[in-house]
C-alpha cells in the first residue's frame, strides 16, 4: 500500500531554531521526494525536493536528509523565522509511471515564535 | 494573475445537492490535477488529466463524483447528490512535461472550500 506517514503532527520552536520534520515510506518504487508548505487559506507550494540518488539537498535555509536504506526522509529549516509558520507536508511520487501522482503525509503544523 | 484558479472559493451546500467546481491551470500546463484535503490531513489524490484524457481516477473517487477537461483546458468536478462527508478543500494542480521532468512541481491553486449541511 502506497503511505507516507509524517511526524510530528504539530511542533513550536522559537526563532532560530532547527525545526525538523520526518516522513518514512513503504513503497520502495517511489523515486521523487518533495516537500511542500502551505499557509491558511491557500494551496501548497513546492519548497524543495529530492531523488534517491543524492543523499542531502540545501536550498537555501531548507535541507532535505534522505536515506534510502530506512526509507527515510526528512526537512530541517535553518534558522527558522516566524514566517516559515505555516503546515509542511512531505510526500513521493513514482515519477512518471504514474503521471507524477503525488502521495502526501498528514502533515507538521509548525509554529515559529518570535 | 497567471496561477491555478479555481472557482468558486467557497460552497456551502445541502445534504443531496449537486455542487460543481472549475479549475482553470496555467495556460501552457497540459497536465490536470484534483485532490482532496480534509481539515488535519494532507491532500489526497482523486484524479488527473493529460491534455483531454482522463488517465487515472482514484478509489475514493465514488460514482458521485464526476470530473471532466472537455477541450484540454480548463477542468470541471461535479459531486451529485452530495453528503456530509464530502465536506473538503477541492484543490486543483497543474503541471506540463517540463516540469515534470525537471523539477516534478506541481502548482497548486488555492482550493474550493464545500460545507455540506
Not at chain 1, 56 to 79: C, P, V, W, Y
Request: aromatic share 12%; glycine share 8%; with cysteine.
Amino acid at each position: 500500500q502506497q503511505q507516507v506517514k509524517q511526524s510530528p503532527q504539530s511542533l513550536i520552536v522559537q526563532k532560530g531554531g532547527i525545526p525538523i520534520i520526518n516522513c518514512a515510506y513503504e513503497n520502495t518504487a517511489f523515486d521523487y521526494f518533495p516537500w511542500y508548505q502551505q499557509f491558511p487559506g491557500k494551496g501548497p507550494a513546492l519548497l524543495i525536493a529530492i531523488r534517491p540518488d543524492v543523499s542531502e539537498k540545501k536550498e537555501g535555509r531548507f535541507t532535505i536528509s534522505f536515506n534510502k536504506s530506512a526509507k527515510q526522509f526528512s526537512l530541517h529549516i535553518m534558522d527558522s523565522q516566524p514566517g516559515d509558520s505555516a503546515t509542511y507536508f512531505c510526500a513521493a511520487s513514482t515519477g512518471e509511471t504514474s503521471g507524477s501522482r503525488l502521495t502526501f503525509g498528514e502533515g507538521t503544523q509548525l509554529t515559529v515564535n518570535p | 494573475d497567471t496561477g491555478v484558479s479555481q472557482d468558486p472559493r467557497h460552497k456551502i451546500t445541502k445534504r443531496g445537492q449537486n455542487v460543481t467546481f472549475r479549475c482553470d491551470p496555467i495556460s501552457e500546463h497540459n497536465r490536470l490535477y484534483w485532490y482532496r484535503q480534509t481539515l488535519g490531513q494532507g491532500p489526497e489524490f482523486l484524479t488527473y488529466f493529460q491534455n483531454e484524457a482522463q488517465l487515472e481516477k482514484s478509489r475514493l473517487l465514488s460514482d458521485r463524483f464526476s470530473a471532466e477537461r472537455p477541450k484540454g483546458s480548463f477542468s470541471t468536478l461535479e459531486i451529485q447528490r452530495t453528503e456530509q462527508g464530502d465536506s473538503a478543500m477541492y484543490l486543483c494542480a497543474s503541471s506540463s512535461q517540463r516540469y515534470i521532468v525537471n523539477t516534478g512541481e506541481l502548482f497548486f491553486g488555492e482550493g474550493s472550500r464545500l460545507t455540506v449541511l
